[in-house]
């Protein structure tokens, strides 16, 4: 998502080094009220950056907390509007702002999400977390492909498929992710480690 705004209502009697003071204040100003309205109130910081059509240029970053770990994430860039780009788009003599906005990044914080990468993952271990309309914590799962194991065995009469879901609980864990009724049983391991 990008935004941008000009300042016709600066005179030009105003320097440009002071205009451009001026417009990053009311860019930093706009830009915190955006990001405290979508994850409310979080520490934010702000980090020089260079982006080839602003200057100054800037970065926003939020402390974001997932599982118990804090990291720094940056949410946005901006900056003030390069002078010949906003004349080759036919705007002279006014200056202004510009940003873009990484929604991949608003998602991980509003999903829990703890790497980028994921959303371009097309494992359904990942997709199948999330449906429209509905927010949804992610649940972590392991970065390695399951393992199927296919077993068959005599059932006595009185068999009751919650006594062998206690035996697989209690022999392999976490580590059994899935059983199944395929034409015979399916234990689908998956180890995190």
């Avoid at 002279?92 to 929604?103: P, R």
């Avoid at 209690?170 to 998956?190: H, I, K, L």
Wanted: glycine content about 8%; hydrophobic content about 45%; aromatic content about 18%.
């Amino acid at each position: 998502m990008e935004g941008l705004r000009f300042f016709p209502e600066l005179s030009q009697a105003v320097p440009y080094d002071d205009r451009v003071a001026i417009v990053q204040e009311h860019l930093k100003s706009t830009l915190e009220g955006m990001v405290e309205s979508i994850f409310g109130k979080v520490e934010m910081r702000w980090v020089d950056a260079y982006f080839p059509f602003t200057h100054p240029s800037l970065e926003l970053e939020i402390f974001f907390e997932v599982r118990g770990f804090g990291q720094w994430l940056e949410v946005l860039g901006c900056g003030v509007l390069q002078r010949q780009i906003a004349e080759h788009g036919g705007v002279v003599d006014e200056v202004g702002w510009a940003f873009g906005l990484g929604l991949e990044r608003l998602a991980m914080v509003l999903f829990d999400i703890p790497d980028i990468r994921l959303f371009w993952s097309t494992d359904a271990r990942f997709l199948s977390q999330f449906k429209d309309g509905v927010i949804t914590q992610f649940k972590p799962y392991s970065k390695y492909p399951p393992c199927y194991k296919d077993v068959s065995f005599w059932l006595a009469p009185d068999f009751h498929e919650n006594n062998l879901f206690e035996v697989v609980r209690n022999v392999a864990g976490d580590m059994v992710e899935q059983v199944s009724w395929y034409p015979c049983w399916r234990f689908t391991y998956c180890a995190f480690e």
